[in-house]
């Protein structure tokens, strides 16, 4: 019998060999198993699935890929590039103690659209398949909600981005810069995006229609950060790599990307080569360029 680690929890899974299902032994959960031929095959979906639950959704999706590239065929993959996708995190129901998905990457297509998700039902046996479909219909009527509500929303012109609290649950400097930049870009006349305050009245698991809204709406993104790792925190690469995506897929008319490092000690290449061909300042008056160049 195998030992394999539950995709939602990081409990434990035994099945034996040739199972495409299995049950976890601590969140109980009934879940599809990939084709676990190799011990090399085996590490990589534990390394993918720990960051995807982690929510680093774009390290999972890069080493799913990798999978798939050695074997076409795996539909679990396939399916677990879905769950990058869509942002999909697993998260306890107080009520009925079961698993349940949230979506933080809302998309406008339909995961019943997705390619990905095609690929994962043609490669899958009856099994596989038939959690899957109950799965992507749980998805898309969450994503349907979340499109309803983004869909009032008032468009917003500029999104601030950065890191509100550290590990300690103390606020970073960044969030008191933040909020500097905030107050400033709003006696401007500018409709900002800010989620200390924009989503200070919602929960945790209601953040992702607003985001969504803002992210699609707003003209500039400014990134701010005091620290390489302040970047790279997965709630705050996840907000600018969705804003990045957009302006690389043509779905936003503005080239425009703002970073602010506010440490100038800090090589500004070391925070992400993403950052490199977007608008860098370094400047104490980023108010002055985020108006002159936002629109």
């Not at 046996?125 to 909600?145: C, F, P, T, V």
């Not at 209601?206 to 701010?224: C, D, G, H, R, T």
């Not at 996840?238 to 000690?265: C, D, H, Q, V």
Request: net charge negative; aromatic share 14%.
């Amino acid at each position: 019998m195998a030992i394999f680690k539950c995709k939602m929890c990081g409990g434990t899974i035994e099945f034996n060999e040739g199972d495409t299902i299995g049950v976890c032994d601590s969140c109980g959960t009934k879940q599809t198993l990939p084709r676990l031929d190799s011990d090399r095959k085996t590490n990589l979906y534990d390394r993918a699935n720990h960051f995807r639950r982690n929510n680093e959704f774009d390290k999972a999706m890069s080493i799913y890929e990798n999978i798939l590239n050695e074997d076409p065929t795996d539909a679990e993959a396939y399916w677990s590039i879905v769950l990058c996708r869509y942002g999909i995190e697993y998260v306890e129901d107080p009520a009925t103690r079961r698993r349940v998905p949230t979506v933080n990457r809302a998309q406008f297509t339909s995961i019943f659209d997705d390619e990905d998700y095609k690929s994962a039902l043609k490669n899958a046996d009856a099994l596989q398949r038939s959690i899957y479909e109950d799965e992507a219909k749980a998805i898309n009527e969450i994503q349907k909600g979340i499109l309803e509500i983004s869909a009032k929303e008032e468009p917003f012109d500029i999104f601030i981005c950065y890191k509100d609290t550290d590990a300690n649950g103390r606020r970073t400097p960044d969030s008191v810069l933040a909020t500097d930049l905030y107050h400033q870009l709003t006696r401007e006349g500018f409709k900002v995006f800010f989620s200390r305050i924009t989503l200070e009245d919602k929960l945790g698991q209601e953040y992702e229609p607003y985001i969504f809204a803002a992210l699609n709406s707003a003209k500039a993104m400014v990134v701010l950060g005091t620290k390489p790792e302040h970047f790279n925190a997965v709630w705050v690469k996840n907000e600018w790599s969705r804003y990045l995506a957009l302006i690389k897929s043509g779905a936003k008319k503005s080239t425009l990307m703002t970073f602010y490092p506010t440490s100038r000690s800090i090589a500004f290449t070391s925070y992400s080569p993403y950052f490199n061909d977007y608008n860098y300042l370094d400047n104490p008056k980023y108010e002055t360029f985020v108006l002159e160049n936002a629109y």
